[in-house]
C-alpha cells in the first residue's frame, strides 16, 4: 500500500513571530487543510500521517471533523530537526505500506498528476521528486558578492515535494545521513548518500510553498485555477495538461 | 550623467498568443508604467531610454502624456535579440552620460535603493546587477531526469535588473559578444567575455518579472506593499529597511 506523509512540524518564522503559516486561510481553508485534500483526494494513496508539532494534535482532529476527510490518517508529533519529523513519520506507517510520499505541509498546489507519476517512479526505480527547471538567470560567486561566472541552468532543477520512496530506501537513506551525522535538509539528499538514484517528476504548474505574507494571495489565485481544472480524478485530463 | 534603458521589446509569449504582457494592468496601471515611474522616481537617474517594438512608439508616447513623467525620455526601436535592443539603446544615450542602468520592463517592482546601489557600485567597479540569493532546493542532473548531486545553493544568485554597467565598459562588452557571435541572454554575462568583474547587489524585496498569468495577482499585492512603503525619495527610509 501507498502512504503519505505531510509534514507539519516546522515553525516557519519568515512570517513573522507568533504566526503558524499552516493555519492561514486560503480561500477561506487553512493552507494545511488544503494540502492535505490533495493527498485525501488522490486515488492512489490509501492513508495519511500527519507529522505536527508537540500541543498540535487538537488542532488536526479539528481539522479532520471540519473538512471531512475520508481517508484513514494518524497524527504524530515530530522531531527536532525536519529529518527527525521524517523519520516519526515512518514509524507510524502501516506495517502494509511499501511506498510513501513525503509532503511538506506549506505546498497546497501540488498537483494530482505529480503525486501519481512519483508513486510510479518510485514504484520503478525507488525514489522520486516533484522538481521544476530553474528559470531564473543564475550566477556563481566565489562566496563573496562577485559573479564568478554563470551557471548552465539547462541542468539545474529546483526540488519540491512530493518526495517519494519505497520505504524500506528512505528508512536505510535517513538511518545512513543519521549514522554520518548529516544535516539533510530534503529527503533525496539521504538518498544521496546511499547512492540512490531519484528521478525528477516534472510539475507543469506551480507548486509554492508558503513562506512569506506576500505569498498568500499568489496562491489563492493558483488555487482558484486549479479547483476549476483539477478534480479529484486527474486521469482524464493529464493528457491535455501535458501539451 | 546617468540614464536608464528599459528594455520593453521583447515578445513574451508565456502570457498566450496577442497578450502583450507589459500592457496588462497592475492596479489599474500597465506593468511597463509600473517600470518606467520607478527610474522617473529615481533622484539618481537623469535620462531615460525606452527600446520597444517596431509600430509601439505611439503607446509609449500615450503613456508618458498620461503618467505626466517628468524625466527626459527617448523611445527607440528595438532589434532581433535582446541585446541587439540593448545596443540600440546604447547607440540612443545623451553624450555626456557615463553610467547606464538596464531594466526589464517586464519587472515593475525594482526597488529604489537598488537602483541606487547598482549605480554606485557600477561607479565604483564597473558593473553591477541586481540579485537575491537562490532559496529552493537545488539539484543538478546530467542532462536527463536523475539528480546527479545536490548543489550547494550557498553560492548561487538568481540575478534580475537593473543591469548596471559604466558606459565604455557595456558598450566594449557587447562588442566583444558580437565579434565573438555569442549569444547573451544577459548582460553581465557579456562581461565577462572581456573579464569585467560584475557586483551583485542584494535586493530585500521581491523583484519578480511578469511572466505566466497567475504572476499579476501576485505582484500587484506586492506594489500595493510597495506604494505604503516606498516613497520617491527612498533615502530617508534605506536604514530601517535594512534591519
New interface residues.
Partial sequence: MTSAIIVAAGKGTRMGPNVDKLFLELNGKPVVAHTWQRFDAADCVQEIILVVRDGMEKEFAKLAAKYKFAKPHRVVVGGKERQDSVWNGLEALSPTCDIVAIQDAARPCTEQAVIEETIQAAREMGAA?A?QP??????????G???????DR???????TPQTFRVEIIRRSLAEARRQGVAV??D??AC?LIGQ??????GHK?NPKV?RP??I??I???LK?TAKANPPSSKARRRPRRK
Avoid at 538514484?197 to 516534472?202: E, I
Fill in positions: 521528486v522538481a530553474v528559470t531564473d538567470t543564475i550566477k556563481e560567486s566565489g562566496g558578492l562577485l559573479i564568478e561566472r554563470t551557471v539547462s541542468r539545474l532543477w529546483a526540488v519540491q535538509t530534503d533525496t539528499a544521496e538514484p531519484v528521478k525528477l517528476v516534472v506551480p513562506t506576500e505569498d494571495a499568489y489563492e489565485v493558483l485555477g
